[in-house]
């Protein structure tokens, strides 16, 4: 254990992972696991919400999604299942231009097929007369699969110059294509946490997040870009019952060319996150990978310049942690809106992008330096 070790509480060391995270009586388990569940059968919870049991589908949310760094621009391709409605989602950000690409296609519930495991082949995909998303999951050998497609309509959402402009980023639909297919292969250990939520004794909030080596290609627009010996991935696959009323904040990055303190060319990616969970010291999902290994990393909190949704072409967020593990400024070129308000559901979702600046210790108290890495954060709140 190294001097900062300390700081990190023992429920947020991984444990052996039970067969199911739902048990014979319908009890979810919760804290920090090694590998994949078996089964994630979360409409077997009991009184999950305060809503009778059969109401279940309706409040469980699910999705896969993957983040794919390349050279120019950054993927996010996302099957999502809400529980009233499913979704193929994805998004492009090009980091030479910081404009934002995004096609976003709903599509009914029942025809959203989110894997029930992440091993042995199992299957998660979405498609639609515009789009389609899949992944062939086989967590169990380090591995997965995702290709996807999404053609028309595509919010793009480009900054301006003038920064005295009422709204300085600019917002329009364009024609766009996108398609990708890309072979993941894991290179440092599962984050696998399930996290109580409050209003219910048996709520949570299931999350696997994993670092990959990505090897394919992507197409957009025309422009086909191919991975390198620096292209990296994140997989999260999420699984929960929000509260009614729920907000998160979330910043990630991953790359082949951190330079550590000894001037070393190291894997490296991280999670960090701010959510409604009941102990954030006990249950976290905050996490330093590098290449064979990772290591827990305490609970942050976000300090906003200004608030996401007044974003024009510039912002920062500030990321820290109370023992200085965690010293991260992200400075933010890039976002993309998908607000959503309806009779039933409200939904002030903004994918950020842009520049990291800063640090994060790993437990021996070695630095990490994130000095133009570019990252990628959201800043999500739900009514439902």
Not at 53 to 60: E, H, I, P, T, V
Not at 65 to 74: D, P, Q, R
Not at 142 to 157: N, Q
Not at 306 to 334: C, L, P, Q, R, S
Request: hydrophobic letters at 35%.
């Amino acid at each position: 254990m190294g001097e900062y070790s300390k700081f990190i509480h023992p429920k947020r060391r991984a444990v052996p992972t039970p067969k199911d995270l739902v048990d014979e009586n319908g009890k979810i388990v919760f804290g920090t696991f090694d590998k994949e569940f078996e089964t994630m059968e979360l409409l077997r919870a009991k009184r999950p919400t305060k809503a009778p049991d059969f109401m279940n589908r309706f409040k469980l949310t699910l999705w896969e999604a993957t983040e794919v760094h390349l050279k120019n621009g950054i993927l996010l391709a996302v099957v999502c299942d809400m529980g009233i409605f499913g979704k193929t989602f994805n998004v492009f950000y090009d980091k030479r231009t910081h404009y934002v690409y995004s096609w976003d296609t709903n599509l009914d519930s029942k025809k959203t097929v989110i894997a029930p495991t992440l091993i042995n082949g199992a299957v998660a995909e979405a498609s639609t007369p515009v789009s389609f998303v899949k992944y062939v999951n086989n967590f169990q050998d380090g591995r997965a699969d995702l290709s996807g497609k999404h053609t028309g309509k595509c919010l793009v959402t480009k900054p301006r110059e003038d920064k005295t402009a009422v709204k300085a980023i600019k917002e329009n639909y364009e024609e766009a294509t996108i398609e990708y297919n890309f072979t993941l292969k894991r290179v440092s250990d599962p984050c696998v946490a399930s996290i109580p939520f409050p209003f219910s004794h048996n709520r949570t909030l299931y999350s696997q997040k994993d670092f990959f080596k990505a090897e394919g290609r992507l197409v957009i627009n025309g422009e086909e870009m191919l991975s390198d010996e620096d292209t990296m991935a994140i997989i999260d696959d999420h699984r929960g019952y929000y509260p009614r009323k729920a907000h998160y904040d979330w910043c990630t990055t991953l790359s082949n060319a951190v330079v550590d303190e000894t001037g070393e060319k190291r894997y490296i990616a991280f999670n960090l996150t701010r959510n409604q969970s009941i102990d954030q010291e006990q249950y976290n999902e905050n996490i330093l990978w590098l290449e064979g290994k990772s290591n827990p990393l305490p609970p942050v909190t976000f300090t906003k310049s200004i608030e996401t949704k007044d974003f024009k072409n510039y912002a920062e967020w500030i990321i820290k942690d109370e023992h200085d593990m965690v010293n991260v400024k992200f400075k933010i070129y890039g976002l993309n809106p998908m607000v959503l308000h309806a009779l039933v559901v409200n939904i002030d979702y903004y994918i950020t992008y842009g520049e990291l600046e800063g640090y994060i210790r790993d437990e021996d108290g070695k630095k990490y330096i994130l000095d133009g890495l570019v990252g990628m954060g959201e800043d999500k709140t739900l009514l439902l």
